[in-house]
């Protein structure tokens, strides 16, 4: 192999190369999360405002569609009735001190942690598994929900 060749996984579909540190997904896929048009990805479980419906209340997104679409639930508990919003018609809920969170972009998208400061545009972030502290861009974190 030449030192600029791709790295091959055996049995990956049509022995395609892998992205090195991707696990052979591309960085931009849903998957690892990057961002949608400027926004991150969205996640399940995390609060968000849809503005076409009933006064830009608070909801929670249940799930996301392969499309980018997302079933947010309407009622007040975890097993309420659902609407199918797009994204231009959601906005992510932004945290604030104190607040438990979600990553929802960069390395460690998925992670929750709690937001235990903010300075100017940067969270200050104690990562729940890792327990490690870490500064993040505010616009990759979203309030997580509460069941």
């Not at 996984?9 to 892998?18: A, K």
């Not at 419906?53 to 980018?68: A, K, N, T, W």
């Not at 990562?127 to 069941?147: E, R």
Request: hydrophobic share 35%.
């Amino acid at each position: 192999m030449t030192p600029n060749s791709a790295s091959y996984l055996p049995g990956t579909p049509g022995g395609q190369p892998m992205k090195p540190g991707t696990g052979g997904l591309d960085v931009m896929s849903p998957a690892i999360g990057s961002y949608n048009e400027g926004r991150p990805w969205f996640m399940p479980d995390i609060l968000v405002k849809i503005h076409r419906h009933r006064e830009d209340s608070v909801r929670v997104i249940q799930e996301v569609l392969p499309d980018g679409s997302c079933k947010v639930i309407l009622g007040s508990s975890f097993n309420g009735e659902t609407v199918t919003s797009l994204p231009n018609d959601i906005e992510i809920v932004l945290p604030r001190k104190n607040d438990k969170i979600k990553i929802m972009g960069g390395a460690q998208r998925g992670a929750t942690g709690k937001l235990i400061g903010v300075d100017g545009t940067d969270g200050i972030v104690k990562v729940d598994d890792t327990l490690d502290v870490t500064i993040l861009d505010m616009v990759i974190l979203a309030k997580l929900a509460q069941p």
